[in-house]
């Protein structure tokens, strides 16, 4: 005993050295491997049993306790079973015994070291593990203790770690699910009978003065007096012991609820308890008695309280959230809604004490989360089902959720009401897409709950209406969850752009303008009515600071100087930016097939919007001095980008009143155009703020692109931009706004017009501008060339870079915009651009080692080719390709790649993008660059990333050699259907089968690499060359390649590298063995099996023999992730056993 002594004594002071704030990591590392060789030894349990006994250092305990967790979980099979008995029969009398004086952390992690001997040992060798759970459950004395070890059971039993065979876990849970019923009973019981004892003693309320009024809605919800009045008993008032075994019970049924099925053992009596419990959330007596009291005690009585409630409401989402029910359970269901609305209403009923809005602010956070959780699981899962039944009344419950969003005390809870309208609007308009018959009848019913909603949401994004609220939120900076969550990667790059540029107010009016869209789909001319009378109310206040506007020695000044008048027309500026926004994102509902219904409406606000935009530019009001210059000239300048942004909205209803309407009524057309263009061109200038600039460009390339109208480019103010872009002496734009005029310009001239015959489009001239426009615009760059071949002076050097960077772009751009056009577009465009491309290409060997120049010039060629090769002609793209070829050579690749970073890693992906471009493009025309392409890929590129672990470039390459064979098989496989008749099997003859050898070795070899995208990327490929091309079925494959692909996933499953894609390799595995089910089962299969090391020939036998000889997918599939988890099941028991172990 003494040495067991000593031992504790020296493990005491080991471990109060390593957690010493002045011991070195050094020490700590020596400690730490001291205790690890200690945990080793066999029989090392032994002393710890006798720590665990005999010590009150917390850190000696957990550590004695994570030896026990290593060896029931990694060494238990090598464990004597004597000493098994020994330990299932030591450790649950050593909880009895200590369970009240050990620390909680102490004694939770005893239980989950018992728990995890009944995981491996229930019920052969344990047979009365569960058994002892349930009796601690019914004495009232270790009830708390049962309810942690059932609860640590249902966590770890129920969905076990992969550290089991499959067939022990599906063994554990057919176990689990026999207890259920008696589970679920006890839970109940314990539950009630607190609950009873209770409310006995709970003292009767005075009669509610507002009693009444709640009454015919609850009976309406209920169906039934008894169980309103049930529901409306008070809460009665509970001793902390009740409170822990409670809270104990309700975790416990959250954690079984999220794994056993709906059924029949989840009896209305559960269900009516766990609602009584819900109530303890929405009762805000008991925050009231905390802070009267005072006491810090009541306070943490009145916190458990309201935690009672959060758990009941986490344990109906569990049951709410499940997809599938039975048709037993629905009346259940319909039961759990009726008593949840019941707390709704409670929550949001008000009296003369309380506004619904205070009322929330007194309930606890969590609870009111999990409340908005329910209504989202009730709205997105069960709304279609239970619309159905009569006796539920909807549109009660939607004035319900309409008190419950409007009064939400915080903007996140409003997010997450609106996100619940959001779903019940998609809801109604997938249903009346459906049932277009009936589509009167159930808008009717809707219709006054959708104007409120649109009327209310319309006021909270006004400052009119709710300035408090509105100034809380920040529209400086960008929203921090979104840049964190970018920084994680985990938005996609189409949101990326979107919610880069959000602050917290613009997201709060893009959501809040999503729900008046989608009421707009659903009732137009309500909606309508109700928006156009306010935007009109702030026009007029904006229309009418003209009379104020004074001229001083400085130039125009606002004179509105009282402080209330500045902060109200602050107000009014801000309402009418958003009003604005909301009109620009109703415009897709004027046009289409409804566009002669509501032409007037929309011609009402096209004709405000001119009005209003003309009125900016004409008064210059973003260039006006205010009394309070750092608000109102944002807010002024903000309103007319913002009126601008409103008509571009109006484009695509422009074009298609330009091709309908116009000649009965040509005057109007022209007339909204040519003020338009009188608006936007005061605007494109240097000396105007950006963000007022760009709303001017992007207006002006809708009109050019979108509208496209005949006489564009006679209107004097169209002109007037033509020289400002053209004239080499005026101040350039800035580099986007230069770009977006230019791309409107070139587009006036080359996108043919609407409504007329090819022969009235007046090509000729348009081609002569259009050349003279492009010559304009590159005159600096053409004159690059003569120069080009010189050595350049620094200062010149970045000169040099300005201009091509600008030029590039404005190119770039031109050809992009027209890359979808008419072939006589195309044409233009490119005999326009002929010269600067080939000074391009003259350039291109000199910037060869600049890789930022490089970039802009590969992403010109790039949109080109992807844009203009026809127009460019087989032979000038030969020599582009040609050029390219030979500038990339092998040290070049490499210098790009590995020397000069991302830009040079970036110049290379664009080449190989070219030609994937290049080996696309049917017929024979760039048939002969496939060998000197495949040689680059395969020779130059490859072996210079095959073994970086960086993804850059990978992601191209494959790309490309998918391509390759996806779009020239025939390079590969010479198979003709009159050799196939005459074999009658397609046996196909190969050529070039070294080079399709090699791309198909390098596919094989990025599923070894760690790059889960490239892997997802690469399967994908061989999957879509196998649809397309039966790629699995070649001769080549099936018989060199196949079982080595097979091997290479199934290693990949085992070694869990790419857990995420489980499913994906599951299928290709399928479909890769289903080419061959014969050679996978009698040959792969086994040899497989004999070459995994790690397990004993017994081992491998039962996994054969498991492996079921099915040949769909899904047994296949089960059968390929049994085998995966059973071998590395297997492989931790061999691992664990001690050495020299002996194996029967």
């Not at 005075?206 to 529901?231: F, I, M, N, R, V």
């Not at 104020?548 to 109200?568: K, M, P, Y």
């Not at 003279?772 to 080009?788: D, F, G, M, P």
Request: with cysteine.
């Amino acid at each position: 005993m003494a040495s067991e002594e000593a031992s504790l004594r020296a493990l005491e002071s080991l471990m109060t050295e390593f957690f010493h704030n002045c011991t070195t990591n050094e020490r700590k590392r020596e400690i730490e491997e001291l205790l690890n060789n200690f945990a080793q030894q066999i029989g090392a349990w032994r002393f710890c049993l006798y720590f665990l006994s005999s010590t009150r250092n917390d850190y000696v305990m957990m550590y004695s306790l994570t030896v026990f967790e290593n060896l029931i979980n990694k060494m238990w099979l090598g464990v004597p079973s004597q000493d098994k008995m020994e330990i299932r029969s030591c450790l649950p009398k050593l909880l009895l015994a200590h369970h009240k004086t050990l620390p909680y952390f102490i004694r939770n992690k005893l239980c989950k070291v018992i728990v995890d001997i009944g995981r491996q040992d229930w019920p052969m060798f344990y047979h009365d593990f569960f058994t002892n759970i349930l009796q601690l459950i019914q004495s009232p004395v270790t009830t708390p203790l049962g309810l942690i070890m059932l609860k640590t059971t249902s966590e770890e039993l129920a969905c076990p770690r992969e550290d089991l065979s499959v067939a022990r876990k599906e063994e554990l849970r057919k176990l689990l699910l026999d207890q259920v019923q008696t589970v679920l009973g006890l839970l109940t019981g314990i539950l009630e009978s607190i609950w009873d004892k209770h409310s006995a003693t709970a003292a009767t309320p005075p009669p509610s003065p507002t009693s009444g009024e709640s009454g015919d809605l609850l009976s309406s919800l209920l169906q039934s007096p008894s169980a309103a009045k049930l529901l409306n008993q008070p809460i009665p008032i509970l001793d902390t012991e009740s409170e822990c075994i409670c809270s104990l019970a309700l975790e416990c049924l959250a954690h079984l609820f999220s794994w056993i099925p709906l059924s029949t053992s989840i009896t209305p009596s559960l269900l009516t308890t766990i609602f009584h419990f819900a109530r303890f959330g929405c009762d805000t007596r008991v925050r009231k008695m905390s802070s009267v009291n005072g006491s810090s005690q009541n306070s943490v009585l009145g916190q458990e309280r309201g935690r009672l409630g959060v758990l009941a409401m986490s344990c109906i989402n569990e049951l709410m959230s499940k997809n599938c029910v039975p048709m037993e359970f629905e009346e259940y269901l319909l039961r759990m809604f009726q008593q949840t609305f019941y707390l709704l209403q409670k929550i949001t009923k008000e009296n003369n004490a309380h506004t619904v809005k205070s009322r929330l602010e007194e309930l606890d956070e969590s609870y009111i989360e999990k409340f908005t959780d329910f209504l989202r699981l009730f709205v997105s899962v069960h709304l279609r089902r239970i619309e159905s039944y009569s006796q539920f009344p909807v549109v009660e419950f939607l004035a319900l959720l309409f008190k419950y969003t409007f009064h939400q005390p915080t903007h996140e809870g409003y997010f997450s009401c609106l996100d619940i309208w959001t779903l019940f609007l998609d809801y109604l308009t997938s249903k009346i897409k459906s049932r277009l018959a009936d589509k009167e009848a159930v808008l009717n019913r809707y219709e006054d709950a959708l104007v409120l909603l649109l009327t209310e949401v319309l006021n909270r994004i006004q400052f009119r209406y709710n300035q408090a609220q509105l100034e809380e939120l920040d529209d400086e900076t960008l929203d921090d969850d979104v840049r964190s969550r970018v920084e994680q990667g985990q938005l996609q790059v189409q949101i990326l752009t979107l919610a880069l540029q959000q602050t917290e107010w613009q997201r709060y009016l893009r959501q809040s303008l999503e729900v008046v869209a989608k009421v707009m789909e659903l009732l137009p001319t309500h909606a309508f009515s109700t928006l156009f009378p306010v935007l009109q109310d702030n026009l007029e206040v904006y229309l009418g600071l003209q009379q104020f506007v004074v001229t001083s020695g400085t130039g125009h000044r606002l004179n509105i100087t009282a402080e209330n008048d500045c902060r109200r027309l602050h107000c009014s500026l801000r309402d009418l930016s958003s009003l604005l926004q909301a009109v620009g994102r109703l415009a897709e509902y004027f046009i289409g097939d409804v566009f002669a219904a509501r032409f007037n409406d929309a011609l009402t606000v096209v004709e405000r919007l001119v009005k209003v935009t003309l009125y900016g530019s004409q008064i210059k009001l973003y260039n006006i001095e205010t009394a309070v210059p750092s608000v109102l000239k944002p807010d002024l300048i903000d309103v007319h980008a913002q009126s601008l942004a409103a008509l571009q909205a109006y484009a695509h209803w422009l074009a298609q009143f330009y091709s309908e309407v116009h000649r009965q009524n040509p005057e109007q057309f022209i007339s909204l155009v040519s003020t338009t263009l009188e608006a936007i061109t005061p605007l494109i200038s240097s000396k105007v703020q950006e963000k007022l600039l760009l709303s001017a460009c992007h207006l002006l390339v809708s009109l050019a692109t979108t509208v496209r109208p005949v006489f564009l480019i006679s209107i004097p103010a169209v002109q007037k931009v033509f020289n400002r872009i053209t004239d080499t002496s005026a101040q350039q734009l800035p580099d986007k706004a230069q770009v977006l005029v230019c791309r409107a310009l070139s587009n006036v001239l080359l996108l043919p017009w609407p409504n007329l015959p090819e022969s009235e489009q007046q090509w000729a001239v348009r081609s002569t501008n259009h050349a003279s426009l492009i010559s304009a615009l590159t005159r600096e760059y053409r004159q690059l060339k003569s120069n080009a071949i010189l050595p350049q002076r620094k200062v010149q050097l970045e000169d040099t870079k300005v201009i091509i960077h600008q030029t590039l772009s404005v190119l770039e751009d031109i050809v992009e915009s027209i890359s979808g056009e008419s072939t006589k577009s195309r044409q233009i465009c490119y005999q326009s651009l002929q010269e600067s491309v080939q000074v391009s290409l003259a350039l291109f060997p000199a910037f060869i080692h600049q890789s930022d120049v490089t970039d802009e010039m590969l992403s010109f060629f790039l949109t080109l080719f992807q844009g203009l090769r026809v127009q460019m002609g087989v032979p000038f793209t030969e020599q582009i390709i040609q050029t390219f070829l030979n500038m990339f050579t092998r040290e070049q690749l490499a210098e790009s790649i590995l020397h000069e970073g991302s830009t040079g890693c970036r110049v290379v992906e664009k080449f190989l993008k070219i030609l994937q471009v290049v080996v696309q493009e049917p017929g024979q025309v760039f048939k002969p660059f496939l060998p000197s392409v495949i040689s680059l890929c395969m020779e130059q590129v490859y072996p210079i990333i095959a073994e970086r672990s960086s993804p850059d470039v990978k992601a191209e390459l494959f790309e490309l050699l998918f391509r390759v064979l996806h779009h020239n098989w025939r390079y590969f496989f010479k198979s003709s259907v009159l050799a196939s008749v005459q074999r009658g099997v397609a046996e196909e003859q190969m050529e070039n089968e070294a080079q399709f050898s090699a791309i198909m070795q390098a596919f094989g070899q990025s599923f070894l690499q760690p790059d889960i995208h490239l892997f997802k990327q690469n399967l994908f490929y061989l999957e879509t060359l196998n649809t397309k091309q039966k790629l699995y079925h070649k001769k080549i494959f099936r018989t060199t390649m196949l079982f080595q692909f097979v091997n290479v996933l199934l290693q990949v499953l085992v070694h869990k590298s790419h857990d995420l894609l489980q499913e994906e390799i599951g299928i290709a595995t399928y479909n890769m063995a289903s080419v061959d089910f014969d050679g996978f089962y009698s040959a792969f299969l086994p040899e497989f099996l004999a070459s995994c090391d790690g397990v004993d020939s017994n081992q491998k036998n039962v996994l054969g023999r498991n492996f079921k000889m099915d040949r769909d997918l899904p047994s296949f599939t089960q059968n390929v992730h049994r085998l995966v988890n059973d071998l590395r099941y297997y492989r931790l028991c061999n691992d664990s056993l001690p050495p020299g172990t002996v194996k029967l």
